[in-house]
């Protein structure tokens, strides 16, 4: 009988290390994907599914991102022709129905803050696929409740290659992914949000996301995490 509880105590503690150090090793992909968010200069095209109050709503952008900086621009759906900028921790629009609206962010890196993260989500690599025709490592981020993300990360740049949005429960809310994507190209300009009034259409007010979405008369999806 002592010897059958010790050996389910050896099988118990050899489960929970090989459950940390599967942790340990999907935060450590977590810290590299935060890092080629912020310094991987790329340009493809991305496509993006959500479930909006409006019901399933579908859109391409094409997106640069470089250094920091991220412009993306929707080549399709109501928000055609728009840019959305990120620099410095700033967000705003250009063009389109979104002209000279800006909004307040706390920055996109922070989504991925492993730190944060590691706090309220547990973290596993569960299995290889091929995104935008790259290899890519697929890992899986989940609260208590059952909510929490899919990430494709590309397996040389380290860069989430797709992204799914999961609800408490289970069910994906959205899905974001890379069409296709180049590697090493001139990160985009410096760019800094317009001052002032240049024309009537280009009045700046902050606003949140909400507020865009009432401004816009729809809902912009901006691909997250890529």
Not at 123 to 145: E, F, N, S, Y
Not at 161 to 176: F, H, N
Not at 182 to 209: H, K, L, N, R, W
Request: hydrophobic share 40%; net charge positive.
């Amino acid at each position: 009988m002592l010897l059958f509880a010790v050996t389910l105590a050896v099988v118990a503690a050899s489960v929970l290390v090989y459950e940390y150090c599967r942790h340990r090793r999907a935060m450590g992909s977590l810290v590299a994907a935060q890092q080629a968010r912020t310094t991987v200069a790329c340009k493809g095209v991305v496509q993006t599914r959500a479930y909006t109050p409006e019901g399933l709503v579908h859109s391409r952008a094409e997106v640069h991102r470089g250094e920091g900086r991220v412009v993306i621009r929707y080549l399709d759906g109501p928000a055609e022709g728009m840019e959305v900028i990120r620099s410095d921790g700033q967000v705003w629009t250009r063009g389109g129905r979104g002209r000279g609206r800006m909004m307040h962010t706390g920055g996109g890196a922070a989504q991925l803050d492993p730190d944060l993260l590691g706090e309220h989500y547990r973290a596993h690599i569960i299995g290889q696929a091929t995104v935008a025709g790259r290899p890519a490592t697929r890992l899986a981020l989940r609260r208590r409740d059952g909510g929490g993300l899919d990430l494709w990360l590309d397996r040389e740049y380290s860069l989430p290659l797709r992204t799914v949005v999961i609800l408490p429960g289970g069910k994906a809310v959205s899905d974001t992914q890379y069409e296709s994507i180049e590697y090493g190209v001139t990160p985009p300009s410096e760019q800094t949000p317009p001052a002032g009034q240049q024309g009537a259409a280009m009045a700046i007010e902050p606003t949140d996301a909400a507020g865009m979405q009432r401004a816009l008369g729809f809902t912009p999806l901006q691909p997250r995490y890529v």
